[in-house]
């Protein structure tokens, strides 16, 4: 009968995913890290169609990957604060990835930095592939402290639930002000388009939504605290989180130098530049445009 035909299909799907599941629970620690960075390389080749992609929507997409495979193969070790963090970097990478890609369609001012020649020149294959392997390398680096926590959690090593809260509240945080950020520079576009923005959370910082990102890493890097990392788990952490925060100041320092290129001529944004900190508030760093060893 079709319903008892269907019903099996159904049950066997049921227990090769559970199956599947259960197997890469059990999975070595290197196995696990192996397994996260197919995916990070799987997910991040978007950027074989358009160079530029590797940074931008393959980023937001590989993100929300990584956090959803670390929900599934640790979901027996999973606690509250662990699962916020988690979907808090699902619903962020989904967000990035659409907000690019939604800007990059709408936006023609966007459209042409984007396609600026030196995003679209030609690049050696073998620099491709280097260029793709960081990145996928990078983002697990990024996301290790979560799911360092969740691996230890699950092989009975000791891991401090108030650590996994704070981590989570500053995620969550950081990745609101993004949000935030992004949206009130939309609207001061839409109401002028050729004029810097200066209002909002702008008021306070000149790259907040930078700020919010480097809130929310830190968030995700503080969960190391609370799980008895290994020397090895602390590296790879350490190296996914000084790698971002210097995405973080190379991409403040590109657009400080866009802005005083658009806008270097206007007497009120020589005003704002002057009292208003560049990436992080009430730090009193104003320009890093000197600073070439930022240039990515």
């Known amino acids: 009968m079709p319903q008892i035909r269907t019903f099996c299909r159904k049950f066997r799907i049921f227990v090769l995913e559970w199956l599947l599941v259960k197997h890469i629970q059990n999975y070595t620690h290197m196995t696990y890290l192996w397994l996260l960075l197919g995916i990070s390389l799987a997910v991040s080749a978007v950027g074989w169609l358009y160079f530029i992609y590797f940074f931008s929507i393959g980023y937001g997409l590989s993100i929300a990957a990584l956090a959803t495979a670390s929900l599934i193969i640790f979901s027996n070790a999973l606690s509250l604060p662990m699962t916020l963090l988690l979907a808090t970097l699902i619903v962020y990478g989904i967000r990035l990835a659409t907000y690019l890609f939604l800007r990059e369609r709408r936006s023609a001012s966007y459209k042409k930095i984007l396609y600026q020649p030196d995003n679209t020149k030609r690049r050696p294959l073998f620099a491709m592939f280097m260029i793709w392997f960081s990145c996928a390398l990078l983002y697990i680096g990024q996301i290790s402290p979560a799911t360092f926590y969740l691996y230890n959690a699950q092989h009975g090593i000791a891991v401090n639930s108030t650590w996994a809260w704070v981590g989570a509240i500053i995620t969550m945080l950081g990745v609101a002000i993004e949000s935030i ?12 388009s050729n004029r810097f923005v200066d209002t909002g959370l702008y008021r306070i910082v000149r790259c907040p939504n930078y700020f919010g990102e480097i809130l929310m890493w830190t968030g995700c890097f503080i969960v190391c605290f609370g799980c008895s990392c290994t020397a090895g788990q602390w590296i790879i952490a350490s190296l996914g989180y000084i790698g971002i925060i210097y995405v973080m100041f190379s991409g403040a320092r590109r657009l400080e130098m866009r802005q005083a290129e658009s806008y270097g001529n206007d007497p009120e944004f020589r005003a704002y530049v ?22 990515a």
């Open 181 to 192: 950020a992004d949206a009130q520079k939309s609207a001061a576009k839409r109401k002028l």
């Open 274 to 295: 002057k009292r208003t900190p560049l990436l992080i508030p009430l730090v009193p760093i104003y320009s890093v445009a000197k600073h070439k060893w930022l240039k």
